[in-house]
């Protein structure tokens, strides 16, 4: 338990009236609650808990999901099936009174909210309020537009976004908040503006909005977008807006430049009316403003709340070490001095507790004594699970020089995504037809929060393939790195800013094909992780001194928090109060 006097950054001594409000369409909140899918989620969770550690004064918005995203099962072919994830609110969450009310389709729809709060490290509260449309009074199909995490058609999710953004809006106000700042992360929230437009024109008709009210409403928003390729941004047909959100709104969305190619373009329009943006990696920013470039799109790179993700054995290493890194994650680099046997120890033990839960999974007892390799991510086409599999026979090869070699998979396909469900198929398959005694590769079904704390922990070397540039920044690698285990992976993303190479893991050379790619996979897996996993433990054991020291100092959300109050959320503020102190005067004499 770190010393109560021990103060972090707080506003506190900084006053400023109002706070921020935090608009995502998923966050992981507790392992128990079924309100995320993946990264974007666990990003938007280990933000607020952050935020919280630090201090600062925020809300935060989302859906209830009262069904989950989805259970994952896998048959022996690695078919994929769903089923839903229910759950009670009330067993986690205190309803609040107030309710508000949307139009949706021309319906109107009342709202309420579920509140969780967020406790920091030093007792701070971030409240985290769910919304929730299944109320009597709204219909059968109202009822359900708070259910499924990106469940259902185009019709459904511009239906939840009118929930979240506008619904929510409406209900900071119901709930007697002061905003000074609204924080979109990514655009599903991003008619939050809308919102925020309509109630600066007091219910006139919004044709009526001047560049000033356009203006008020853009000194309030900042906005992050996730999304490296166009395909990725939330895009609805003009006939599917004007059905939902009525003609008006559409026509004038339409006047306001949040149009592209014959869609509202929900980053457009995000984009639009805010003063701030910013993507989550440098490279992730460069490609953002070629897709946007008529903005300034700005870098913020991701990263992941420590404490939540570092290991139990290796907390109580670190806490013996280094006992202020909870308190700030920069003191890890103080990592680079901890003691080899140590540090080999701890993650040994990791490793037993990973393998340990593969064999209570799939009944497959795996060495803890040989190189094992993790790879899980939602199974999207472009993260290219099976560029392990190019040379099949190489990487035998290299298995049996290895004196064994474990490849670990997880990860879900959205249930809409057909080819990302084949391309579990695919590992499967290849699974089942290139395992022997050397080489073992196994297939996780349901890869969730409790899953990945596993594998980021207690895999050896963590890999990830994506094509470039559609990384658009990755968080399980820095995950990973807090605990000692490097990247192998392509340079993309965070992996960019993140790669040092042979100290925080090594690079997957470009190439003009999958083939070369995976040629440079192979060769550094040969020639630099191979020799020094089998050869010198002591050597390894400083490689994973400098991947926590390098990269488990940075790429955290302590940090990240600092800059999106410093650069985003209150630039102004903290220029005034640089520029406004002024040196004691000297003494006589001195």
């Given at each position: 338990m770190q010393p109560t006097s021990s103060k972090p950054f707080s506003y506190e001594t900084f006053p400023i009236s109002g706070v921020v409000a935090y608009f995502s369409m998923e966050i992981a909140i507790?392992?128990?609650?079924?309100?995320?899918?993946?990264?974007?989620?666990?990003?938007?969770?280990?933000?607020?808990?952050?935020?919280?550690?630090?201090?600062?004064?925020?809300?935060?918005?989302?859906?209830?999901?009262?069904?989950?995203?989805?259970?994952?099962?896998?048959?022996?072919?690695?078919?994929?099936?769903?089923?839903i994830q229910p759950w009670n609110p009330s067993d986690f969450c205190v309803e609040e009174k107030a309710r508000v009310t949307v139009s949706v389709e021309g319906r109107t729809v009342t709202v309420r909210c579920w509140r969780y709060d967020l406790v920091g490290r030093y007792g701070h509260v971030v409240p985290i309020y769910l919304l929730d449309t299944d109320l009597e009074g709204n219909s059968g199909w109202d009822r359900g537009l708070?259910?499924?995490?990106?469940?259902?058609?185009?019709n459904y999710r511009l239906q939840q976004e009118i929930v979240l953004g506008m619904g929510g809006v409406r209900m900071v106000h119901a709930l007697g908040y002061r905003v000074n700042v609204y924080?979109?992360?990514?655009?599903?929230?991003?008619?939050?503006?809308?919102?925020?437009?309509?109630?600066?024109?007091g219910g006139g008709p919004l044709g009526a909005a001047t560049e000033t009210d356009i203006e008020q409403v853009r000194k309030k928003c900042v906005f992050t977008t996730h999304t490296p390729v166009p395909a990725g941004h939330d895009r609805f047909y003009t006939e599917l807006a004007i059905r939902i959100l009525g003609s008006d709104r559409t026509s004038r969305l339409e006047t306001l430049g949040c149009f592209r190619d014959g869609m509202l373009n929900m980053t457009l329009l995000a984009l639009r009316f805010s003063r701030y943006a910013n993507g989550v990696a440098m490279q992730h920013a460069k490609i953002s403003r070629e897709m946007f470039p008529e903005f300034p799109i700005d870098s913020i790179t991701n990263g992941v709340h420590a404490p939540t993700w570092v290991s139990d054995t290796f907390q109580q290493m670190?806490?013996?070490?280094?006992?202020?890194?909870?308190?700030?994650?920069?003191?890890?680099?103080?990592?680079?001095?901890?003691?080899?046997?140590?540090?080999?120890?701890?993650?040994?033990?990791?490793?037993?507790?990973?393998?340990?839960?593969?064999?209570?999974?799939?009944?497959?007892?795996?060495?803890?004594?040989?190189?094992?390799?993790?790879?899980?991510?939602?199974a999207a086409t472009y993260k290219r699970a099976t560029l392990l599999f190019t040379d099949p026979k190489r990487l035998l090869e290299i298995a049996t020089k290895a004196g064994g070699l474990q490849i670990l998979y997880a990860g879900k396909?959205?249930?809409?995504?057909?080819?990302?469900?084949?391309?579990?198929?695919?590992?499967?398959?290849?699974?089942?037809?290139?395992?022997?005694?050397?080489?073992?590769?196994?297939?996780?079904?349901?890869?969730?929060w409790d899953l990945g704390a596993l594998m980021t922990a207690g895999v050896d070397v963590w890999v990830n393939t994506p094509r470039r540039p559609y990384e658009a920044s990755g968080t399980s690698g820095m995950k990973a790195a807090l605990n000692g285990v490097p990247s192998l992976s392509i340079l993309d993303g965070w992996w960019i800013e993140g790669c040092v190479e042979g100290f925080t893991g090594w690079a997957i050379e470009d190439g003009a094909s999958d083939a070369e790619e995976a040629d440079s996979l192979y060769k550094k897996l040969e020639t630099a992780v191979v020799p020094l996993y089998l050869d010198a433990p002591e050597k390894w054991a400083g490689l994973m001194r400098t991947t926590v020291a390098f990269n488990g100092s940075y790429f955290s959300t302590n940090r990240m928090a600092r800059q999106y109050t410093r650069n985003a959320y209150y630039p102004v503020k903290l220029i005034e109060r640089v520029t406004s102190w002024k040196k004691p005067p000297r003494a006589e004499g001195a």
């Open positions: 507790n392992p128990a609650m079924p309100t995320y899918s993946g990264g974007l989620g666990v990003l938007a969770g280990d933000t607020l808990r952050s935020m919280a550690d630090l201090g600062v004064p925020l809300v935060a918005f989302s859906l209830i999901h009262r069904k989950g995203y989805f259970q994952q099962h896998l048959d022996a072919s690695g078919v994929q099936s769903e089923d708070t259910d499924h995490l990106y469940g259902g058609d185009t924080h979109m992360n990514e655009g599903h929230a991003a008619l939050l503006t809308l919102g925020l437009l309509e109630r600066q024109l670190l806490d013996a070490h280094i006992s202020s890194w909870r308190r700030d994650t920069l003191y890890l680099r103080s990592a680079i001095d901890l003691p080899e046997q140590d540090i080999l120890a701890a993650h040994a033990t990791n490793k037993e507790a990973l393998l340990a839960e593969v064999a209570r999974r799939t009944h497959q007892a795996l060495n803890p004594k040989v190189l094992t390799l993790g790879f899980a991510r939602r396909a959205h249930p809409q995504d057909e080819p990302g469900k084949a391309l579990i198929q695919q590992v499967v398959a290849e699974a089942a037809k290139l395992s022997n005694d050397m080489l073992r590769i196994v297939y996780l079904e349901n890869y969730d």
